[in-house]
C-alpha cells in the first residue's frame, strides 16, 4: 500500500518535473529561435529610420509607433469602459435579465475569433462610422477585442473586495457611488491592472483586427492625427513574410520585427508589474 | 427609567429575510447618554436589530420592515429620510475590525471626506476622534502609515474613532471585542464608559459578564421577541422573565 503510494508520489513529481521542464524548453526554444534570427537585425537604424526599397533596407520605427498608439488607444478606451461595466455588473445583488444577457455577450464575445473583430470594426467603425482605415479604428476595434479580459478582470477583482469595506464605507454615511470611487477601486486596481497587462500583451500583437481597420502595408510617415492609417509591428512582419520578392532580406527584417514586438509586450508589462507591486504594496490588508 | 430622554425608540418593529420572521413586534428604548446591552443566543436576531437602527439592513436583499424606529421624533424608515444622513448620526462598529485600506489618517477623515467638510477642519476633528478613542498617543507619529500596521484592538478603537468622527449621537457596536484579547477588550469596556458622556451606546455581547460591566440598561432577546428590558442591575440580581433567568444563568445559549 505504502509502495504503490510512494511510486504514484514518484511518479506523479516526476512527471510534473517533465512538463515542467517541457513547458521551459519549449520557451527556451521559442526565444532562441526568434532572437537568433532577429536579435542582430537589432541596431539603432532598424530602430528608429522608416524602410527603405520596398521593406528591404532600413528600419521599422513607424510600425513601433503605430503599434505603441494603438496599444495606448485602445487601452485607454476599453479600461474604463470595462471598468464601469465590471462595476455595473457587481452592483447588482441578484441578476436582471439586462445583465445576464450582458455577461452572455462577454463570454461569447471572449471566445470570437480575432478575424471577425477585424470583419466587425471594418462594418462598424471604418463604414458606418466612417472613420476609414485608421489609427482610430483600429484602436477601438482592438479596444473592443481587449473589452471581455478586462471585464472580467475587473469584475473578479471588485467581487474579491471583502464586503467588510462596502459596509464600513456606508455605514459611515458614504453613498454607493463614493463607496465604490472611495473603497472599492482602489482596492480591486491591483488586479484590475493585472487583467490589463494580460490584455496588453494580446493587443499589441494581433494582426487579423487591424488589418481592414488601421494597418497599411507601408508609410514613410508618422501618424499626425488619429484618422491617419498606422503601420503595426505584427501586421509588418505579416507584410514581410507574405509580400515582397526579396525573401532573403525580408526575413531576417520580420524577424528583427518580431524581436522588438516581443520587447515591447515585455516592457509594458514589466512597469505594469511595477504599478502594480507598488499599489498592492501601499495597500495591504 | 420614566424620566429619562429616550434618543431611540422602536415601535412594533417586524423584519423579515424572505420568509424568516427574524424580529417580531419589538419594542426596545435607547435611553440617551447611557450604555444599553443587547444580549441573546445565538440567532435570536442581536446583529438584525442593531442593523435597523443604521439600517444597515436595507442592503440584504428581500428584506421586510414593518413598524417605526424613531430617532428623536423622526422614523427613520420613512420616505422621506436620507439613509447617508441617517448614517452619520448612527455610527457603527463592526465585529471584526475593518480598518480602509489606507492610511491611519485617511481612515478617521473618510466620513468628513464622504461629506465634503472643509479640510482646514479635518485635520483638528482627526486628532480630537483618535484622543476620544485613546488612540492618540499610540499614532500621533504614524499617521500616513497602513491601517494595518496597528494590533487587533488598536484597528478595533480606530474603527470607533472613525464612527466618532462624524460626531454621531448613538454608536452601535455588534460584539465589538469577541475578536480580541482580554487586555484589549478591557480598554474598550473602558472606553465605552468614557465615551457615553457624549454619545448613546448600544452594544450587542454574548459576554454577560461584560454587559453587567458596563450596560445601564440590558435586552434580552429570544428568537426575535424582547423578552425583557430593564435597568441592567435589576435584571441581573431579579429577571422577571423564566428564559431571562435561565440564560444570564448559563443554561442556554
Ligand atoms: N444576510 C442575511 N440573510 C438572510 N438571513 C439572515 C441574514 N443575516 C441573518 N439572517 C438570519 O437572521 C436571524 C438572526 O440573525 P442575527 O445575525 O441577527 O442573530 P444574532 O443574534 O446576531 O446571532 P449571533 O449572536 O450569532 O451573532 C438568523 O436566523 C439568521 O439566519
Ligand atoms: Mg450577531
Request: hydrophobic share 45%.
Amino acid at each position: 500500500m505504502t509502495r504503490t503510494r510512494k511510486l504514484q508520489a514518484l511518479l506523479g513529481t516526476s512527471l510534473l518535473k517533465l512538463f515542467i521542464a517541457l513547458t521551459a524548453i519549449f520557451l527556451i526554444l521559442f526565444l532562441y529561435v526568434i532572437f537568433s534570427r532577429g536579435g542582430k537585425m537589432i541596431n539603432w537604424e532598424f530602430l528608429t529610420q522608416s524602410p527603405r526599397r520596398y521593406m528591404t533596407e532600413g528600419g521599422i520605427f513607424p510600425a513601433i509607433i503605430g503599434t505603441f498608439w494603438l496599444t495606448v488607444l485602445s487601452i485607454g478606451f476599453a479600461l474604463p469602459l470595462g471598468i464601469f461595466t465590471a462595476v455595473f455588473l457587481t452592483s447588482y445583488a441578484r441578476p436582471s435579465w439586462l445583465v445576464r444577457i450582458i455577461r452572455v455577450s462577454i463570454n461569447t464575445l471572449a471566445g470570437v475569433p480575432s478575424i471577425i473583430y477585424g470583419l466587425f470594426g471594418l462594418t462598424v467603425f471604418v463604414q458606418f462610422f466612417k472613420f476609414d482605415v485608421s489609427l482610430l479604428s483600429g484602436a477601438l476595434t482592438l479596444g473592443v477585442l481587449a473589452m471581455p479580459v478586462i471585464i472580467n478582470a475587473s469584475e473578479e477583482a471588485i467581487r474579491s473586495v471583502p464586503p467588510d469595506f462596502r459596509e464600513a464605507s456606508l455605514a459611515l454615511g458614504a453613498t454607493e457611488r463614493q463607496t465604490i470611487l472611495r473603497v472599492i477601486l482602489p482596492t480591486a486596481l491591483p488586479n484590475i491592472l493585472t487583467g490589463t497587462i494580460i490584455s496588453i500583451g494580446r493587443v499589441a500583437g494581433e494582426t487579423a483586427p487591424i488589418l481592414f481597420t488601421a494597418a497599411t502595408f507601408y508609410t514613410r510617415l508618422l501618424p499626425t492625427s488619429v484618422m491617419d492609417e498606422v503601420m503595426a509591428l505584427p501586421y509588418h512582419i505579416y507584410a514581410l513574410m507574405t509580400e515582397g520578392s526579396h525573401a532573403a532580406k525580408q526575413v531576417p527584417i520580420a524577424y528583427g520585427t518580431a524581436v522588438v514586438l516581443l520587447a515591447l509586450v515585455l516592457l509594458v508589462s514589466t512597469v505594469a508589474i511595477i504599478i502594480r507591486y507598488r499599489l498592492r504594496k501601499k495597500k495591504k490588508w | 427609567m420614566v424620566n429619562k430622554s429616550a434618543h431611540i425608540i422602536t415601535e412594533d418593529l417586524n423584519l423579515w429575510f424572505g420568509d424568516n420572521h427574524v424580529l417580531k413586534d419589538v419594542n426596545i428604548p435607547v435611553y440617551d447618554r447611557n450604555v444599553t446591552a443587547l444580549i441573546g443566543p445565538s440567532g435570536c436576531g442581536k446583529s438584525t436589530l442593531l442593523r435597523c437602527f443604521n439600517r444597515m439592513n436595507d442592503l440584504i436583499p428581500e428584506t421586510r420592515i414593518t413598524g417605526k424606529v424613531m430617532l428623536y421624533e423622526e422614523n427613520i424608515y420613512s420616505s422621506r429620510v436620507d439613509v447617508t444622513n441617517v448614517r452619520t448620526k448612527v455610527g457603527m462598529v463592526f465585529q471584526k475590525p475593518n480598518p480602509f485600506p489606507k492610511s491611519i489618517y485617511k481612515n478617521v477623515s473618510y466620513g468628513l471626506n464622504v461629506r465634503g467638510i472643509a479640510r482646514s477642519r479635518i485635520e483638528e476633528i482627526v486628532e480630537k476622534s483618535l484622543h476620544d478613542a485613546w488612540l492618540w498617543e499610540e499614532v500621533k507619529d504614524r499617521l500616513h502609515e497602513s491601517a494595518f500596521s496597528l494590533s487587533g484592538g488598536q484597528q478595533q478603537r480606530l474603527c470607533i474613532a472613525r464612527a466618532l468622527a462624524n460626531d454621531p449621537e448613538i454608536i452601535l457596536l455588534d460584539e465589538p471585542t469577541s475578536a480580541l484579547d482580554p487586555q484589549s477588550t478591557a480598554r474598550i469596556e473602558e472606553l465605552c464608559l468614557a465615551l457615553k458622556d457624549q454619545v448613546t451606546i448600544l452594544i450587542v455581547t454574548h459576554n454577560i459578564a461584560q454587559a453587567g460591566r458596563i450596560s445601564d440598561y440590558t435586552a434580552f432577546m429570544y428568537l426575535g421577541e424582547m423578552v425583557e428590558f430593564g435597568k441592567t442591575k435589576q435584571m441581573f440580581t431579579v429577571p422577571k422573565d423564566k428564559r431571562t433567568e435561565a440564560y444570564l444563568s448559563g443554561v442556554f445559549g
